[in-house]
């Protein structure tokens, strides 16, 4: 099933849609993805959603991606005299690493990680920053802090300190058991929550090998800071501006976004916009204008996909809201100013001959009125070099990986196809005009760009450039 969009859709499954007749709905609404979170279900209830995709899958004859999300350290308050305490601004609280929970003066935070990097001055949030302190007093399993904003902060309630650096891997105990169930059931990403240096990702690494996609969810500032380094280390990222909205102020996470991206498109990697993009949906069947434009912008930006959480997880409109975005996005790509502004974002390229290869084929197929781009690729790499160029060329990318061609369902525009490998040039030019006429992508007599690499079937080697005829 071939979309009339370049940019892709995740959506994740949840309550509302674990069902395989609303993963079905989600499909052909436009979900290109399917993101299952870790940090709400079973296994067994992934299981019989994994189990359901690949049914579809196979119904469809498309491959269909599927994203596991690990849940990451949660950083808690603990459990409280009657599950809730209400603060004042200007009253000062005292958090205890073995807290009683009774009072103001023993507020429960049994992370012994925060009392290591609390310092004073440092911010202090709860609740995704609806309260909010200013350390004053730290102490041996005590933090004296003053409220700044204050509120009604209840059982375990998220606490986040913005710019510290916190000595706690990424990977929990639980974590650990997810991920290891989610690669034996097969997923083909697996996204990375509470990245904080480049040495988290390569802690991940080991446990993954080459088994799947590898996100790295940006959700820190320390994160930001050392990006370049995390973007190399990983196989694409997940602007997670929802963690990352609490972390810097809410109006550094526009720039920011853009910056995301335009490095991702760099490194050839691609990059997910997420958190809250329709978020009004999960109660109403549609969106507020401001949604739709955030929508957009990610898609002006650039963005290889834009992702639903709660919006197709646990909302009342699940199907409409994926439905939904999929018009925001082919109505943004199909807007007049749409190709200039991609195109005024284009990173610099890397100056290997793979890229310029890649990046030939893209601006050719624009020149020469080509109808497609047909990339063979053995690992997806050369899909995403062509896919970098945002070409206004619809990208047939073939491999023989089932697994590769699953994870290029999260590729701005590549279109992915499993194939056997061609022996010969003469082999190559036949099969591409072969799989593009029965996608649908070509007609007989339409000129076609081909991207390979030689020998074929070598990883990286993207070195072939050839103009056809179909």
Same mark, same amino acid.
Request: net charge negative; hydrophobic share 45%.
């Given at each position: 099933?071939?979309?009339?969009?370049?940019?892709?859709?995740?959506?994740?499954?949840?309550?509302?849609?674990?069902?395989?007749?609303?993963?079905?709905?989600?499909?052909?609404?436009?979900?290109?993805?399917?993101?299952?979170?870790?940090?709400?279900?079973?296994?067994?209830?992934?299981?019989?959603?994994?189990?359901?995709?690949?049914?579809?899958?196979?119904?469809?004859?498309?491959?269909?991606?599927?994203?596991?999300?690990?849940?990451?350290?949660?950083?808690?308050?603990?459990?409280?005299?009657?599950?809730?305490?209400?603060?004042?601004?200007?009253?000062?609280?005292?958090?205890?690493?073995?807290?009683?929970?009774?009072?103001?003066?023993?507020?429960?935070?049994?992370?012994?990680?925060?009392?290591?990097?609390?310092?004073?001055?440092?911010?202090?949030?709860?609740?995704?920053?609806?309260?909010?302190?200013?350390?004053?007093?730290?102490?041996?399993?005590?933090?004296?802090?003053?409220?700044?904003?204050?509120?009604?902060?209840?059982?375990?309630?998220?606490?986040?300190?913005?710019?510290?650096?916190?000595?706690?891997?990424?990977?929990?105990?639980?974590?650990?058991?997810?991920?290891?169930?989610?690669?034996?059931?097969?997923?083909?990403?697996?996204?990375?929550?509470?990245?904080?240096?480049?040495?988290?990702?390569?802690? *991940?690494?080991? %446990?993954?090998? +080459?088994? =799947?996609?590898?996100?790295?969810?940006? /959700?820190?500032?320390?994160?930001? !800071? @050392? $990006?370049?380094?995390?973007?190399?280390?990983?196989?694409?990222?997940?602007?997670?501006?929802?963690?990352?909205?609490?972390?810097?102020?809410?109006?550094?996470?526009?720039?920011?976004?853009?910056?995301?991206?335009?490095?991702?498109?760099?490194?050839?990697?691609?990059?997910?916009?997420?958190?809250?993009?329709?978020?009004?949906?999960?109660?109403?069947?549609?969106?507020?204008?401001?949604?739709?434009?955030?929508?957009?912008?990610?898609?002006?930006?650039?963005?290889? *996909?834009?992702? %639903?959480?709660? +919006?197709? =997880?646990?909302?009342?409109?699940?199907? /409409?809201?994926?439905?939904?975005? !999929? @018009? $925001?996005?082919?109505?943004?790509?199909?807007?007049?100013?749409?190709?200039?502004?991609?195109?005024?974002?284009?990173?610099?390229?890397?100056?290997?001959?793979?890229?310029?290869?890649?990046?030939?084929?893209?601006?050719?197929?624009?020149?020469?009125?080509?109808?497609?781009?047909?990339?063979?690729?053995?690992?997806?790499?050369?899909?995403?070099?062509?896919?970098?160029?945002?070409?206004?060329?619809?990208?047939?990318?073939?491999?023989?990986?089932?697994?590769?061609?699953?994870?290029?369902?999260?590729?701005?525009?590549?279109?992915?196809?499993?194939?056997?490998?061609?022996?010969?040039?003469?082999?190559?030019?036949?099969?591409?005009?072969?799989?593009?006429?029965?996608?649908?992508?070509?007609?007989?007599?339409?000129?076609?760009?081909?991207?390979?690499?030689?020998?074929?079937?070598?990883?990286?080697?993207?070195?072939?450039?050839?103009?056809?005829?179909?």
């Amino acid at each position: 099933m071939r979309r009339s969009r370049f940019a892709k859709i995740v959506a994740t499954v949840g309550p509302a849609t674990a069902a395989p007749e609303m993963i079905r709905a989600l499909y052909f609404s436009g979900a290109d993805t399917f993101r299952l979170n870790f940090s709400h279900g079973s296994h067994d209830d992934h299981a019989r959603v994994f189990a359901s995709i690949r049914r579809l899958e196979e119904e469809v004859g498309t491959p269909i991606g599927v994203l596991q999300d690990l849940q990451g350290p949660k950083l808690r308050i603990g459990s409280l005299d009657g599950g809730k305490l209400l603060l004042h601004a200007g009253e000062t609280v005292r958090f205890a690493l073995e807290g009683a929970g009774d009072g103001k003066e023993s507020i429960p935070l049994p992370h012994p990680e925060i009392f290591a990097a609390a310092h004073p001055g440092q911010e202090l949030l709860i609740d995704d920053g609806r309260v909010r302190l200013t350390v004053i007093g730290p102490g041996d399993g005590e933090i004296d802090a003053r409220v700044l904003v204050g509120g009604l902060i209840r059982d375990h309630k998220g606490v986040n300190l913005p710019g510290a650096l916190l000595d706690i891997s990424p990977l929990t105990k639980k974590d650990r058991a997810d991920l290891a169930f989610g690669l034996e059931l097969g997923v083909d990403w697996v996204a990375l929550s509470f990245v904080q240096k480049p040495s988290d990702l390569i802690e *991940a690494r080991v %446990l993954i090998g +080459e088994a =799947a996609g590898l996100i790295a969810k940006i /959700e820190t500032p320390m994160a930001l !800071d @050392r $990006i370049d380094d995390i973007i190399h280390l990983s196989d694409g990222i997940m602007v997670a501006r929802g963690d990352l909205g609490v972390e810097i102020p809410p109006e550094e996470v526009p720039g920011r976004q853009k910056e995301l991206v335009r490095a991702s498109r760099l490194a050839a990697k691609p990059v997910i916009v997420a958190t809250q993009m329709l978020d009004s949906m999960v109660a109403a069947p549609t969106p507020t204008r401001a949604e739709a434009s955030d929508v957009a912008t990610a898609i002006y930006d650039g963005a290889d *996909a834009v992702m %639903l959480s709660a +919006e197709s =997880a646990s909302g009342a409109y699940p199907v /409409e809201a994926v439905a939904m975005m !999929d @018009r $925001i996005i082919r109505s943004t790509e199909q807007h007049c100013l749409y190709r200039s502004l991609v195109e005024a974002s284009q990173a610099d390229e890397e100056v290997t001959p793979a890229h310029a290869v890649a990046a030939a084929g893209a601006d050719l197929a624009t020149t020469i009125d080509a109808k497609a781009i047909i990339g063979f690729t053995a690992s997806g790499t050369t899909a995403a070099r062509i896919a970098r160029r945002r070409p206004p060329v619809p990208i047939l990318a073939l491999t023989p990986q089932e697994r590769v061609a699953r994870r290029m369902c999260l590729l701005w525009g590549v279109h992915s196809v499993v194939s056997d490998d061609p022996a010969s040039y003469e082999e190559m030019t036949r099969i591409a005009a072969a799989v593009a006429r029965n996608e649908g992508q070509l007609e007989t007599g339409d000129l076609m760009i081909v991207v390979s690499g030689v020998p074929f079937g070598q990883i990286g080697a993207t070195n072939n450039l050839r103009i056809a005829v179909s």
